[in-house]
Every structure is written in structure tokens, then in C-alpha cells.
């Protein structure tokens, strides 16, 4: 069953398409991770699901319940957010500003303190509940955003960019619940760390342009782009004669040295020709008088998909927008 879908969702500004038909299903249980480049509409997705900003067109819903500008009380209160900017009264202080969301989300008063307590606790702010958000770094606001959103044990959390200000520890500590909230929740977060989602998630969405461009489980991705590889490391510069004997073998189908680092090559094979290749090519580079101190076959990893995944789309938006052009250029000249 789907917690969050969305229908053909467009959305326009001042001759500016910045979503243009998007469809995402969300599975219940899941940790999703919803991925593109800076301008592809992940935050505007974001802010039209959260009831902040009117689509153009099209529709959405969060558990079972249709998204409108101003989401409905009784819905709020099953969803968590955390905006990609986190910011609070200056003047409050941390447990102030976690005591005014307690209360605004109607929860039972006894539990309030308790509840506040171990949420400080458990993002590292008990010893500064008393500071005011004016002291706060942005890192420090982060997690207390995270807090707020978990108060209320929503369905749903939905987060923006939620480990952007955090230091490597606090960014293992935020997927980690991520993780663990799974149990409860159902996690939709936009990324641009692509090994943390790697790392985390089961489901992931690729968009460019306000389009989608793929959404899958992420094993059945990573399975999707698997093909043999090989990494071969050299004590010296790899001459560029070799790399073009290289591409010349039958048994490769491409061959590149890694950007930056001239004494690293990697090698692929068509899929029916890896025996050849793991047969002849440690041979040709010994007789090429070559030393090699590093050699193994390795998997493309979620960035490598993901710029391909984007490479593909753009060739395609590049087609189709000249196949448009050259419709309107004939009807033109008609």
C-alpha cells in the first residue's frame, strides 16, 4: 500500500515549469530516497506535499488523505517535516521551542517532559536545552528540527535535505534513525549524499527537470547496471599507447583511466566476453612491461548510475525537444 502518491503533478512559475507530470508511489515501511540535481523540483515536490505551495496541476495524497494548500489539521498531526533550512525563534530556547510544538500538536500533557527529554537526549542537546536558538549552530538547529518532527511519532517524515549541516558522526547518527524509524514510519527524504542513501534506503526516485526519471528498489537499480569491471592500479603512469591497445581488444568494451589519477584504469567487458578478458589481460600489460600493484572487479556504484541515469535523460529531452522543434519549424513552413 502507497503512504504518499503522486498524480501527474505539475507545477508553474511565471513561465517556469518546474514539475511536469511527476508520478511517485511511496510503499508503507519504507525509507525512500528522492534524488535529482539542484533545480530538478525535489523541494518544490516537497512543498507541494506539505500543503505550502498550490500545484499547477495534477494531484497528491498522503495516507489515503488528498494533499491541498494548508493541509488539514488531523493530517499534520501524522506527518513529520524538516524543511532544507531550519530556523526558530532566537529568542526561544531549544526545549522552549520543543515544548511550543509539543503543545501545538495537541499531545497528552503528561507525557510532555518525558517525551522532550529523551528526544533531547537522543540528538545531543540536553546539556544546551537552556541556550537560546540564537546560539545555536547550524547543525545544532538541524538536529533539534529532526526533534520536533519525531515528537509527535508522525506516519509519515518527510525531510529535506536532513543531514546537509551535520558533521560525519551526526550524519551516521541521523540515518541510523532513519533506519530504526522504519518501524513506525515511513521515510521519504531528498538527498544529495549518495552513498548515505545507498547505504539506507530500500526504495529511491530519480528526477530531472520535474520529470521522473526512474524509481525502483534500489537493489533491483543497482542490479539493473551491473556489468564487469575491472580496476587495475599501475606503480606508474599508464602511457596513452596502452590504453589504445587496450580498446582495440575484442574482449573490451571500454576503457578509461579514472579523472585525476593517471596510474588507475578501468576496464569493462561485454557481458559474454569476461572469460577472454580475465583470461588475456593480465598477460598483455606484464608483456607490455607494465607493473600492476592493484587488480580486482568491482561494481558501479549509485553516483556512477545516477550520472548515467541523468546523461540518458538529457539525451532524450535533447531528442524529443528536436523532434518538437522540427514539428513546429514544418508546420511552419506549411
Same mark, same amino acid.
Given at each position: ?9 505539475? @507545477? ?15 510503499? &508503507? ?12 523540483? @525535489? ?69 510532555? @517532559? ?15 536545552? !537552556? !541556550?537560546?536558538? #540564537? ?17 509527535? !511519532? ?40 549518495? #552513498? ?31 556489468? %564487469? ?5 599501475? &606503480? ?26 593517471? !596510474? ?6 561485454? %557481458?559474454? &566476453? ?5 583470461? #588475456?589481460?593480465? %598477460? ?15 561494481? %558501479? ?18 531528442? #524529443? ?11 511552419? &513552413?506549411?
Amino acid at each position: 500500500m502507497s503512504v504518499l502518491a503522486v498524480k501527474n503533478l505539475t @507545477k508553474d512559475y511565471r513561465g517556469h515549469r518546474a514539475l511536469d507530470g511527476l508520478n511517485l508511489e511511496v510503499p &508503507r515501511g519504507s525509507v525512500f530516497g528522492f534524488l535529482g540535481p539542484n533545480g530538478s523540483g @525535489k523541494t518544490t515536490t516537497i512543498k507541494i506535499l506539505t500543503g505550502l505551495l498550490q500545484p499547477s496541476a495534477g494531484s497528491a495524497t498522503i495516507l489515503g488523505c488528498p494533499v491541498k494548500l494548508n493541509l488539514e489539521r488531523s493530517l499534520k498531526r501524522r506527518i513529520g517535516y524538516l524543511p532544507e533550512e531550519v530556523n526558530f525563534p532566537e529568542a526561544l530556547t531549544g526545549r522552549e521551542v520543543m515544548e511550543f510544538v509539543y503543545r501545538a500538536s495537541g499531545l497528552p500533557a503528561a507525557e510532555e @517532559k518525558s517525551r522532550i527529554d529523551a528526544l533531547l537526549e537522543q540528538f545531543d542537546l540536553l546539556a544546551h536545552a !537552556r !541556550r537560546r536558538c #540564537a546560539a545555536y549552530s547550524r547543525g545544532m538547529k538541524q538536529r533539534l528540527g529532526l526533534a520536533c518532527a519525531l515528537l509527535h !511519532r508522525p506516519e509519515l517524515l518527510i525531510l529535506d535535505e536532513p543531514a546537509s549541516a551535520l558533521d560525519p558522526e551526526g550524519r551516521c547518527e541521523v540515518l541510523e534513525l532513519m533506519v530504526s524509524s522504519r518501524e513506525r514510519s515511513t521515510v521519504f527524504f531528498s538527498c544529495h549524499v549518495l #552513498a548515505d542513501v545507498e547505504r539506507v534506503c530500500d526504495q529511491v526516485a530519480v528526477i530531472n527537470q520535474g520529470r521522473l526519471v526512474v524509481q525502483s528498489p534500489l537493489k533491483e537499480l543497482l542490479r539493473g547496471y551491473t556489468f %564487469p569491471r575491472y580496476r587495475v592500479v599501475f &606503480r606508474d603512469t599508464v602511457p596513452p599507447e596502452l590504453v589504445q591497445k587496450l580498446g582495440r581488444q575484442p574482449w573490451v568494451g571500454k576503457v578509461r583511466l579514472v579523472a585525476a589519477d593517471e !596510474r588507475t584504469m578501468l576496464i569493462e567487458a561485454p %557481458p559474454e &566476453r569476461l572469460p577472454e578478458l580475465e583470461e #588475456a589481460l593480465l %598477460p598483455l600489460l606484464l608483456g607490455e612491461g607494465q607493473v600492476v600493484t592493484a587488480y580486482y572487479r568491482e561494481q %558501479p556504484n549509485l553516483e556512477e548510475i545516477f550520472l548515467e541515469l541523468l546523461k540518458n535523460h538529457h539525451t532524450e529531452a535533447g531528442g #524529443a525537444n528536436g523532434a518538437k522543434e522540427g514539428t513546429a519549424d514544418a508546420a511552419a &513552413r506549411a
